[in-house]
Antibody, heavy 117, light 113 residues
């Protein structure tokens, strides 16, 4: 069965960076879009970007220059690196999987990133 | 960017009664391949979202048939024929036709009375 298991919660200071990982299993890792979606406390869902099945990346305008998404196909793991953190980046970060058309079907359990001085 | 607008913001439904959520997009979601990439997700408190419906009207595996999706172009609806206690939570629509970015509706909170 498809599983996306994310790394644990993080607490960071403003200005720092955070790297969240997502280990995939139960399917062919390189055959799907892998997106990151975040959710601020009590708020809705915001798409941050994806790694295309071919390895290319596309980022949302709001995160351009601050986010880097990578993958290690040898261990079926996706990474999201977000730099220059502010309190507005405090959120639950989800990795997701999706087919070419529908883009998002399965979700990881989420990683809470808290930015606080 | 395609703006997704859901209504109502919240809904209080008596157990066993029907519920309906609307989602409107600022542009047509009909893709050049003939598909309309509009998904519905359900999120319970403290849980990640779970996809219920893809491409407007296709239920995901394990989703009860009391959930149905309909619509075309820019207007879409999620209907629950009769609500059960487990249906409480927030429902989101998402479009994957015009990207980037993927965009979500603001969510509809469903409370079961």
């Amino acid at each position: 069965q498809v599983q996306l298991v994310q790394s644990g919660a993080e607490v960071k200071k403003p200005g720092a960076s955070v790297k969240v990982s997502c280990k995939a299993s139960g399917y062919t890792f390189t055959g799907y879009y892998m997106s990151w979606v975040r959710q601020a406390p009590g708020q809705g869902l915001e798409w941050m970007g994806w790694v295309h099945p071919n390895g290319d990346t596309t980022y949302a305008q709001n995160f351009q220059g601050r986010v880097t998404m990578t993958r290690d196909t040898s261990i079926n793991t996706l990474y999201m690196d977000l730099s220059r953190l502010t309190s507005d980046d405090t959120a639950m970060y989800y990795c997701t999987r999706g087919e070419t058309g529908d883009k998002i079907d399965y979700w990881g359990q989420g990683t809470l990133v808290t930015v606080s001085s | 960017d395609v703006v997704m607008t859901q209504s109502p913001l919240s809904l209080s439904v008596t157990l066993g009664q029907p519920a309906s959520i609307s989602c409107r997009s600022s542009q047509s979601l009909l893709y050049s391949d003939g598909n309309t990439y509009l998904n519905w997700y359900h999120q319970r408190p403290g849980q990640p979202p779970r996809r219920l419906i893809y491409r407007v009207s296709n239920r995901d595996s394990g989703v009860p048939d009391r959930f149905s999706g309909s619509g075309s172009g820019t207007d879409f609806t999620l209907k629950i024929s009769w609500v059960e206690a487990e249906d409480a939570g927030v429902y989101y629509c998402m479009q994957a036709t015009q990207f980037p970015p993927l965009t979500f509706g603001g969510g509809t909170k469903v409370e079961i009375k």
